[in-house]
């Protein structure tokens, strides 16, 4: 297991940026770098989205189609931190941001995660 801390969350007008950030501790024996993880958000009324993923290598990356070119996702292992730089922000991003994490062998995204963060906010508007 892993905990997860976010934070970069904040009010934004349409067109600006916020970056996120997910702190993990993994447990004893474990590296960061042993855990895929990944972005999801929800807003109000709305399915859960899987925003972004980044492998354990670095080597792999996902993007929701809705987000691709505005959005990136990066790690550094070494301050056990995933950042999601979110651009160009639309209204429609406003939710609350989790990040997830789970073991992975493969440096490949894994379809489900184990480990939850509690989230943050992330709000576009005028």
């Known amino acids: 297991q892993v905990q997860l801390v976010e934070s970069g969350g904040g009010l934004v007008q349409p067109g600006g940026s916020l970056r996120l950030s997910c702190v993990g501790t993994?447990?004893?024996?474990?590296?960061?770098?042993?855990?895929?993880i990944a972005w999801f958000r929800q807003a109000p009324g709305k399915e859960r989205e899987r925003v972004s993923c980044?492998?354990?290598?670095?080597?792999?990356?996902y993007y929701l189609d809705s987000v691709k070119g505005r959005f990136n996702i990066s790690r550094d292992n070494a301050k056990n931190t995933v950042y999601l730089q979110m651009n160009s922000l639309k209204p429609e991003d406003t939710a609350v941001y989790h990040c997830?994490?789970?073991?992975?062998?493969?440096?490949?995204?894994?379809?489900?995660?184990?480990?939850w963060g509690q989230g943050t906010q992330v709000t576009v508007s005028s």
């Open positions: 997830a994490a789970q073991p992975h062998r493969l440096s490949t995204c894994p379809r489900s995660f184990g480990s």
């Open positions: 993994p447990r004893s024996g474990f590296t960061l770098d042993y855990y895929a």
């Open positions: 980044i492998s354990n290598s670095g080597s792999t990356t």
